[in-house]
């Protein structure tokens, strides 16, 4: 089962894009982010008439996520658990039952500047995400928790750290947040498999960070014991960030084999 996680950075700007893409990669469940659309807005039948069922979970022209799937699409379930106010009804996670794998696509809040009340709200978020898998029993079954988290791990998720000491991204408590999400007993599976450095995700449209290759790991994989046992490859498709009118992230690409 080849899975795929990715923010398209608008659905309707790149849809033929997508979908040929996965169409010729052999993509068996896209994780989409960033759609930018409403429910009524997503090109549903464009994927449809290609063989995939589609779970969409949008409001409006920001955020966004989506579950892609020709392996199966049960049980979809759009956002956290119970009660969801302001601002943490965003549509920002959608999850689902795919080729027998529970999968979340998870879109996770920018945090903009480190002084900025959006960075506290990302912080939140994240500690719900951990507490939602949780709650779940996501560990002990087979799970898959992938997308655009907005945060690189480590210092050699970045092509040059110290540029980042005092920005979004790669701040210590955003980091602490991601290794408290791995700490319930998920595995980084893109580390497991790709432990060099250069291994990006997302690029600056402004800085011209492709052809500089200065990216970011931004988009991560996290899956139980069960799944990470299961993957046998991993990888980023650096071809898709180079199409014309491209997202500014690559697709990250997990071949699973149970």
Known sequence: MRVVTWNINSIRTRVDQVLGWAVANQADVLLLQ?????????????????????????????????????????????????????????????????????????????????????????????????????????????????????????????YMPSRWKKRTHASPPERAAIDAIIDLGLRDVTREHLPGAGVYTWWNYRTDGFAKDQGLRLDLALCSPAVADATESVHVDRAARGLERPSDHAPLVLDINF
């Not at 969409?56 to 022209?61: F, M, P, Q, S």
């Not at 529970?102 to 978020?125: A, C, F, I, T």
């Open 34 to 158: 960033e759609t930018k659309c409403g429910d009524s807005d997503f090109p549903f039948a464009a994927f449809e008439a290609a063989g995939y069922e589609v779970a969409h979970h949008g409001v409006n022209h920001w955020n966004g996520v989506a579950i892609v799937s020709r392996v199966g699409l049960d049980n979809p379930v759009g956002g956290f658990d119970g009660h969801q106010r302001e601002p943490f009804d965003e549509p920002r996670l959608l999850a689902a039952t795919c080729g027998g794998v529970r999968m979340w696509s998870v879109y996770v809040p920018n945090g903009r500047e480190l002084d900025d009340p959006h960075y506290l709200y990302k912080l939140v978020w994240l500690e719900r995400l951990r507490s939602e898998l949780a709650l779940k029993g996501a560990v002990g079954q087979r799970s898959l928790v992938a997308g655009d988290f907005n945060v690189a791990p480590t210092d050699l998720d970045i």
